[in-house]
């Protein structure tokens, strides 16, 4: 995720460009760029690291003179974050600049065709061949190029495109990442979001997917594919800067929420070529596979909780052992490795500091270091033998959701690989596999369309002063989460307890109203947690059930029922994770908590 602006107008459009990309930091913010139109060529300027920095080089832009620009905030996906590494991109004449937000999926085929034509390449981002694609299929027309280029990139993409032929105009184009047109008064802009050109205009237009626009300084003209002529309504925002900020959304915890779709698309599809999952990113061998005594799964807070399922997952379909730690244990735990077993570290920021010792403990031992981290270039994925990157973006709620998701969506694709590697698939379970994995994004779209059923009862039970969760096997390692999200949010204390064991003590906390959480999702294992059901039921505990939409008796025992569809069991917890985070989200509302900045928490851990 980035932020890019556009200005063509009467104005000097680098300070602009600047405070436009103030206003989307929240999208990226390891490098930030600039491209100018200016006495017929085009000026770069670009530096790593926060805007302030290129703030400071361009003296706030006011060094860069001319009246049309592009700009960008850089989350790093390809390449870690550096000067060279961050947009605008120029193809190899410097006719063409490019800013592009989302990810280009067969970018390494292009890149190999484009070398081949004798293009030279500096950076390690897609983006790149994008720039260098304008090139060689411009014959004088930008409208044809991008039409063109649009047609031969697959993956998503927001575009901001300025060619040094064109001094009145520049082109812009979005396929599932978002790009708006602001229209101004002899002004007009391109921007991620409305945040960005408020302050300018109000008046937008929404891109449709693949629709380009041409904008010059008194006009906007929008083109589809075909290069006809598209009609667009115009739109006029009313929301205020923060609420933009949050996509209108109140808070970016429910933003986030409802990102996760996209973001476990984003992670999954680059990684699925033919029905077949293929893990570029690791070198990771069958006969390294095969060799792993013994896996670690290491993290911290809700990366921990993607290892309980991870232990689960991998057990069920690698027949690996696996052991999952906290990494404040781990690492002073004087753990057995040795370099057969394989540690996989579990970051979203990458930069937790129990969690990195933990890592340098086990290299110290000889360990192969596998990580899942979402931040680009940071410390854990630098010190690792190996890294695959969740595409979940910024993450700027304290309690994380699309990350979480994210990285289990990882776990599943290194189960399932190894697991074929392993030869533990027939051919039919492994597409099959394969598929409902494919499946996801649009299951949690289903559940996040019935999101109010959740505020409902969440509306019943945000005055509760205690709430236990439970469930077996997957669905234990998932009550873990939902009762890390709810407590940390609202500040309700609350339990996660393995449904076999409650009767050994905590039952003695269960009293008339007590709410309980039962995930009941899996089949095998159903009956043994409605049992567990009516133990508490028995001692005035009000149950919420978390099932699948095939176990219809779940009613009988609980008071309420959640629904979630079927999917194949292993992947369930990608879906039962969801209505908990929802009800986290809603009761903390209802109490009037600090929903994205809870108390004493933080966001990143840098400290032991
Ligand atoms: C903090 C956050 C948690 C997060 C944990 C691990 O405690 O509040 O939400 O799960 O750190 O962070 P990491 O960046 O390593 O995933």
């Known amino acids: 995720m980035c932020g890019i602006v556009g200005y063509i107008g009467k104005n000097q459009a680098a300070p602009i460009l600047l405070e436009g990309l103030s206003k989307l930091e929240y999208r990226g913010y390891d490098s930030a760029g600039i491209a100018i139109f200016d006495n017929n060529k085009i000026e770069v300027a670009k530096a790593k690291g926060r805007l302030a920095v290129l703030s400071e080089k361009t003296n706030d832009g006011k060094s860069v003179t001319g009246t049309m620009g592009i700009g960008h905030t850089r989350w790093a996906t390809h390449g870690e974050p550096s000067d060279v590494n961050s947009h605008p991109h120029l193809s190899m004449s410097g006719r063409f600049a490019v800013v592009h937000n989302g990810i280009i999926e067969n970018y390494i085929s292009l890149k190999k065709m484009l070398i081949e034509k004798g293009f030279e390449f500096i950076s390690e981002t897609d983006t790149e061949v994008i720039a260098h694609l304008f090139e060689y299929y411009y014959t004088g027309d930008i409208l044809d190029a991008m039409v063109k280029v649009i047609n031969r990139v697959e993956g998503s993409y927001a575009l901001g495109v300025l060619c040094s032929d064109y001094p009145d105009s520049f082109i812009a184009v979005r396929k599932s990442s978002p790009l708006i047109v602001g229209l101004g008064d002899g002004e007009n802009f391109i921007a991620s979001d409305v945040t960005a050109i408020l302050k300018h205009t109000r008046n937008i237009y929404r891109l449709e997917d693949n629709e380009i626009a041409v904008l010059n300084h008194d006009c906007v003209t929008v083109y589809n594919n075909d290069k006809e002529e598209v009609k667009k309504e115009m739109f006029t925002v009313d929301w205020d800067v923060s609420a933009a900020e949050k996509g209108g959304y109140e808070h970016f915890m429910m933003k986030e929420i409802e990102e996760q779709p996209k973001a476990i698309r984003d992670t999954i599809s680059p990684r699925i070529k033919d029905g077949r999952i293929v893990l570029d990113d690791i070198s990771l061998t069958a006969e390294d596979i095969k060799n792993i005594n013994k896996i670690y799964i290491v993290a911290c807070g809700s990366a921990y909780h993607v290892g309980v399922v991870g232990k689960y997952v991998i057990e069920k379909l690698c027949r690996i052992p696996v052991e999952v730690q906290v990494a404040s244990e781990f690492r002073y735990c004087d753990p057995i490795i040795n370099k057969n077993d394989l540690v996989i570290v579990i970051s979203q920021s990458g930069e937790t500091a129990d969690t990195l010792a933990a890592l340098k403990e086990a290299k110290n031992h000889g360990a192969r270091i596998l990580s899942i981290v979402n931040v680009v270039g940071s410390a854990i994925a630098n010190a690792s033998d190996d890294v695959i990157y969740t595409w979940a973006g910024p993450e700027i709620a304290v309690a994380t959701t699309k990350a979480y998701s994210t990285q289990l969506t990882v776990i599943y694709l290194i189960a399932a690989y190894m697991a074929e590697k392993l030869g533990m698939f027939t051919t039919g379970e492994y ?115 978390v099932t699948t939409d095939s176990h219809d008796n779940m009613e009988d025992v609980a008071d309420y029922v959640i629904k979630i569809p079927n999917i194949n069991e292993i992947l369930l917890p990608s879906l039962s994770v969801v209505p908990l985070q929802l009800f986290g989200y809603y009761v903390a509302s209802l109490k009037g908590c600090d929903i994205d900045k809870p108390r004493n928490l933080a966001k990143s851990v840098t400290v032991e």
């Open 431 to 545: 597409s099959q596999f394969v598929n409902d994995l494919q499946s996801l994004p649009e299951k949690v779209s289903e559940i996040l369309k019935s999101k109010e059923e959740v505020q409902y009862l969440a509306s019943k039970f945000f005055n509760c002063h205690s709430i236990f969760f439970i469930g077996r096997n997957l669905d234990y390692a998932v009550s873990l989460e939902g009762s890390l999200k709810l407590k940390e949010i609202s500040y309700i204390h609350s339990e996660a307890y393995a449904a076999g064991e409650l009767k050994h003590g905590t039952i003695s906390l269960i009293e008339d109203g007590t709410l309980v959480i039962a995930l009941a999702t899996g089949q095998e294992l159903f009956d043994k947690t409605v049992s567990n059901v009516k133990e508490v039921k028995a001692r005035g505990a009000v149950v919420m059930g």
